[in-house]
């Protein structure tokens, strides 16, 4: 058996090998660019055996995909031996990613049709690219299928995300997630170009009647600003409602870090496990693989991960929205409620600072005193998240992450 360091020199010589990769349901060749440990192969210049076909940009081959694997050129042959030979063509584990993506509903738009033109809006493509209820009803009429599709151009609110490759500041956008309540899309933004954004999802983007739910507004707003000019209008985000909350309930303390999406959803909406281990994945394999999101075609376990980073996203803003409005629900229910006890005889008691409102001011100390309780300070002044302590003799912290 070959030692890890053996192993991975061996791995490192096999880079800008050519080499002919026998899939369950075809083959290609391409030349290595990457080995993960993880067992993935990365490849560029793909092509089909059987049609010649081209495959653009890399492509992300995962292990358990992977039947035979034959060198065609490049490669030492004396530093590969049948063990090594074995190890490489043996790549049978299944990626750590092991969301079912059969439980989502998405629709993938990876191509421009000849009625997608200028003046087209997007109802036009969800007509195109919908997806149906029954997928027997084939004899049914347009407009009973197009009635069971969420339109994006119809909604009010939608859910929005992004997946980019490259540094920050240099990021190029590969796909972009709209949801709605019943379907979540996929644009194919690497495939599509800048026709489609022009074509359509700026009017969804830049329309200021719709409103867009996203978790940390910054890379997409910067992606869209910088590579199409479109700025993104009406938002939610996910992300600052958070910190707002944090602000709230612990007194006027700010986090040492803002969360993540996988972190809210389990705080907030109170998802298992099993529904965050695809956004943890996701999370985890972006920072293995950095240009994962610029490899075609994109294995459907990673579509299933794009798509639940935002179907989630329109309960979770109406949670937030309600943690952020209970103190004033609270206070207009007190200030209402004195309204009916009490007579003012005198006309500039009507502008007078209510006791209830008073009381803010106790509610934020005893808040901080929790807070401090419950929490380590850093030497910034900042709550350490990590650092929550729970206490059986009080309640349970709405942020207790």
Not at 51 to 78: A, C, M, Q, T, W
Not at 361 to 378: D, P
Request: proline share 4%; aromatic share 6%; charged share 25%.
């Amino acid at each position: 058996m070959a030692s890890s360091s053996d192993e991975c020199r061996f791995l490192d010589e096999l880079k800008k090998s050519r080499v002919k990769i026998t899939l369950s349901d075809t083959e290609i060749t391409g030349v290595i660019q990457r080995v993960h440990p993880k067992k993935t192969v990365l490849l560029e210049d793909v092509s089909e055996v059987k049609s010649g076909r081209k495959f653009p940009g890399l492509k992300l081959i995962f292990g358990h995909e992977i039947v035979k694997v034959d060198f065609i050129s490049s490669v030492n042959e004396d530093h590969v031996n049948e063990e090594q030979r074995s190890e490489f063509s043996s790549f049978r584990r299944n990626i750590i990613m092991d969301g079912d993506e059969h439980d989502l509903n998405y629709v993938v738009i990876d191509e421009l049709h000849e009625k997608f033109g200028p003046a087209v809006s997007l109802r036009i493509i969800s007509l195109l690219q919908c997806v149906c209820d029954d997928e027997d009803d084939d004899d049914e009429d347009d407009d009973d299928r197009v009635s069971q599709v969420m339109h994006i151009k119809e909604q009010r609110v939608v859910g929005l995300g992004v997946n980019v490759f490259g540094q920050t500041e240099q990021e190029r956008l590969c796909w972009l997630q709209v949801a709605t309540k019943r379907v979540v899309y996929l644009f194919d933004i690497l495939l599509l170009g800048g026709q489609a954004i022009k074509n359509g999802l700026s009017m969804i983007l830049e329309n200021p009647h719709i409103l867009k739910v996203v978790h940390d507004c910054r890379c997409v707003a910067r992606c869209l600003r910088a590579q199409f000019n479109v700025n993104l209008t009406n938002v939610f985000d996910t992300q600052v409602a958070d910190l707002m909350l944090f602000y709230t309930e612990t007194g006027g303390f700010l986090p040492d870090r803002v969360s993540r999406l996988p972190e809210l959803l389990h705080l907030h909406l109170k998802l298992p496990a099993h529904d965050l281990s695809p956004l943890w994945a996701r999370e985890q394999h972006t920072q293995e693989c950095p240009d994962v999101w610029y490899l075609r075609p994109c294995p459907p376990v990673l579509m299933s991960a794009m798509a639940s980073s935002v179907r989630h996203l329109l309960p979770l803003r109406l949670l937030l929205l309600d943690a952020l409005m209970a103190d004033y629900t609270l206070l207009v229910d007190t200030h209402m409620s004195s309204g009916h006890d009490q007579s003012l005889h005198f006309h500039q008691e009507e502008y007078a600072i209510p006791k209830e409102a008073e009381e803010l001011l106790s509610v934020r100390r005893e808040r901080r005193e929790w807070a401090m309780h419950h929490y380590s300070l850093t030497e910034a002044g900042l709550l350490d998240r990590s650092s929550f302590r729970p206490s059986p003799h009080t309640h349970t912290h709405t942020h207790s992450v």
